[in-house]
């Protein structure tokens, strides 16, 4: 496989009709919206707990 790309994590089949969506397709791009959102939610409250910890850090000094 020298010099071809594989892409594991989606796989896009094209239909050859067009009036049909794919269940599996459409869940899975809902999971990984949920994770995406899920990680951004953790690094914003750890963001501010880290902030409200320090600032008690420096108030208690």
Same mark, same amino acid.
């Given at each position: 496989m020298s010099g071809d790309q594989v892409n594991y994590?989606? /796989? =896009?089949q094209i239909n050859t009709r067009t009036n049909r969506v794919d269940i =599996?397709?459409?869940m899975s791009r809902v999971r990984d919206d949920e994770k995406k959102q899920?990680?951004?939610n953790i690094v914003f409250f750890s963001l501010i707990a880290s902030v409200? /910890?320090?600032?008690g850090i420096i108030a208690s000094l």
């Open positions: 994590g989606k /796989v =896009n =599996n397709d459409l899920k990680k951004e409200i /910890v320090i600032t």
